[in-house]
């Protein structure tokens, strides 16, 4: 049975023994690798008159270190240094110390190129970009190559015993192609140099084209029918755009095989001949390093055109998402908009009340149906065509909805108000106006909008109530100083007889109290006040009282007084007059005085026959007192009393407040009050 607490460490045991032997797989590959590179670049030494042509570990190792993480480095470049050390010593026969130089030179400068290389590109593939392309070049092709061939050649010059700088240049370019060479080739296999290639059918198709591209122009390049190397540069260029960083590579490892190849067995340009006399080796290597740089900057392009391609291919089909979600969005929208706008427009035309927009020129660009009638338009158009000042009958009118909406624009704050606005018929109609800044989509005050709402007939129900209130306040006043009057002036033999008086009088102020209010205030009927007063002597046989006259309203002040003249006379002819017998007559006819530009006057007579004789007054009484009061009360009254034998004649006038021609009755409002 197992522990359960050994499990953890036998766990944690087993990754490092894992991690352990997966390193020691690589450090072993790399050194297998360098040998094998050693083995080459001693091989590629036997092309006559050259020493060593293209050093290719220094590549390996760059490849090693560019695809692992820094704490690897000392591992790979232990491998790396292992190798060429038995390279040195094998096939070279160099001395020790010669070859611990050789071995450590070509080791640091690999870790310093990878490291200025990872300066710039910290993570990811390297040669999937311009820059990356560029930066790899010039350390592989440039600073590697001087680290190592300055320590090379100090070896070689101690191993040999000859000036440090005499190979310097040689192994320069030796360095340079074996890093430009081994070390793309590494990354590819590594898998960090790009992503891999997808072939499918036809690509196979055009690979195997461009391989029989290469061939023939390889066979003619180096088959001594045109011995120039360029012509390899056609395919190679070909690779590179068509198959992107890995056709590069391969095509470089091609292209370098069949140069080096060809150049052994004394074939192509870079033979021994006259074409580059004795720097046949230097030239190989230079071409080598031209091309590699070639195809890889080129395959840089291709692979960075085929990455900006896919990211436009993806910003495309993302763009394309967007913009489907926002057309579906954008007719849900509009839908919503049409269906609201709808929506707003009936509720808009419905309404009785104005309704209207302005842009920042003051032109209404919206008005609805209220708006139109109250403004005279027969269409929104017509305020295109005219302009808004023209739709108004007053300037005063004009001028105070403009200074409103200035207003507005200039505080950007809502603002209620009243104007007046005279309606087509010539009615002069006042609002209560709200007004508030109208933005756009943007958030910028892009006119104004308002609602007005006509509240003509409440300020006159208004002003109706007050002066009413008014009226009532000031006829209480009125009343009660009438009936003060009466009480002052009130006297009689008894106190039954005295209250039967005052019942009376008082009794007859408040019917005509009740006909004023009855009236909404405006006044009394004189006619009314005449037989409401008289109908209880009336004969039921003859007509013994005859009232003449054009009926007339009486102002209510008026009308009270009236009540009491009439009811003294009534009551005078009741006890000693017309009234008191069966043969007396009683006659009232007034007439109406019109007196323009003053107030209309009434004139009546009161004119008693038949009845006992009758004779001046030895004093006055409550009755005589009363009217005379009258005549003094207003302005323009006046009373005259008649004392014949046949009967009393009163003549009095009063002034008519408020009265209106009969001939110019069509004239007034449905309230009988004057137009406005």
């Not at 302009?387 to 009958?393: M, R």
Request: net charge neutral; charged share 20%.
């Amino acid at each position: 049975m197992l522990v359960a607490s050994n499990s953890p460490l036998r766990d944690e045991i087993m990754i490092i023994a894992d991690t352990i032997l997966k390193r020691t797989t690589v450090a072993l590959g790399i050194y297998a690798a360098c040998i094998a590179a050693a083995q080459i670049t001693e091989l590629l030494g036997a092309i006559p008159g050259s020493g060593v042509s293209i050093w290719l570990p220094a590549g390996v190792l760059l490849a090693a270190a560019l695809a692992s993480p820094r704490p690897l480095w000392p591992l790979w470049a232990a491998a790396s240094i292992a190798a060429e050390y038995t390279g040195n010593l094998i096939w070279y026969h160099h001395s020790f110390g010669p070859a611990s130089l050789l071995a450590i030179g070509n080791a640091i400068a690999s870790l310093t190129g990878a490291f200025i290389i990872r300066k710039f590109i910290p993570a990811g593939p390297i040669l999937v970009t311009i820059k990356g392309a560029a930066i790899f070049m010039v350390v592989a092709a440039i600073c590697m190559p001087l680290l190592s061939a300055s320590t090379g050649s100090i070896a070689l010059g101690w191993s040999y015993d000859r000036p440090w700088n005499d190979a310097w240049f040689r192994i320069l370019l030796g360095d340079a192609t074996g890093a430009t060479l081994a070390a793309p080739l590494s990354l590819l296999l590594f898998r960090t140099a790009a992503p891999a290639l997808r072939m499918h059918p036809r690509r196979w198709i055009e690979a195997s084209s461009l391989l029989i591209f290469f061939v023939i122009m390889a066979g003619i390049a180096f088959g001594g029918v045109m011995p120039f190397a360029f012509l390899l540069i056609p395919p190679l260029l070909w690779a590179a755009l068509s198959f992107r960083i890995p056709g590069a590579i391969y095509t470089i490892v091609a292209v370098s095989l069949v140069s080096i190849l060809f150049t052994l067995v004394g074939m192509g340009p870079f033979a021994q001949n006259l074409i580059y006399a004795d720097i046949e080796n230097e030239a190989l290597q230079m071409f080598l390093i031209i091309a590699s740089t070639t195809a890889l900057l080129m395959g840089a392009i291709a692979e960075e055109n085929r990455t900006g391609i896919k990211r436009l291919n993806s910003a495309n089909r993302t763009l394309e998402e967007r913009v489907a979600e926002r057309s579906a969005s954008l007719v849900q929208s509009e839908t919503k908009a049409r269906e609201t706008a709808n929506l707003l427009s009936a509720i808009s035309e419905a309404c009785p009340d104005l309704i209207y927009a302005k842009d920042l020129g003051f032109n209404i660009i919206y008005a609805n149906t209220a708006t139109l009638k109250a403004m005279g338009a027969d269409r929104i158009e017509d305020f295109h065509t005219l302009t808004e000042k023209a739709f108004y009958k007053a300037d005063d009118e004009f001028d105070a909805v403009r200074k409103n909406d200035i207003h507005v624009l200039a505080t950007t704050k809502t603002l209620v108000v009243e104007e007046t606005i005279t309606s087509p018929d010539g009615e002069r109609r006042i609002y209560r106006t709200t007004k508030a800044p109208l933005y756009d989509a943007e958030g910028s005050i892009a006119g104004i909008a308002g609602v007005s709402v006509d509240i003509s007939d409440i300020k006159k129900a208004q002003a109706r109530e007050n002066m009413l209130v008014r009226e009532v306040e000031h006829r209480a006043r009125n009343l009660l100083a009438v009936v003060q009057g009466v009480v002052q002036l009130a006297h009689a033999d008894t106190v039954s007889d005295l209250k039967a008086k005052l019942s009376k009088r008082i009794r007859a102020l408040a019917q005509t109290n009740g006909a004023i209010a009855a009236s909404d205030w405006r006044g009394a009927s004189l006619k009314n006040i005449l037989e409401d007063e008289l109908a209880p002597y009336r004969s039921d046989m003859r007509s013994n009282i005859l009232v003449t006259g054009e009926d007339v309203m009486l102002a209510p002040s008026i009308a009270q007084s009236m009540t009491l003249v009439v009811h003294e006379l009534t009551t005078n002819a009741a006890k000693y007059g017309c009234l008191s017998n069966e043969t007396g007559r009683l006659s009232v006819e007034w007439k109406i005085d019109q007196r323009p530009p003053a107030t209309p006057l009434l004139n009546m007579t009161w004119h008693e026959s038949g009845g006992p004789p009758v004779s001046a007054p030895t004093h006055k009484g409550f009755g005589t007192t009363m009217i005379s009061v009258f005549g003094q009360e207003h302005p323009d009254s006046k009373v005259d009393f008649c004392w014949e034998t046949t009967g009393l004649i009163v003549r009095l006038s009063a002034p008519l407040t408020g009265y209106v021609d009969p001939e110019r009755k069509a004239e007034t409002n449905a309230d009988g009050s004057p137009p406005s």
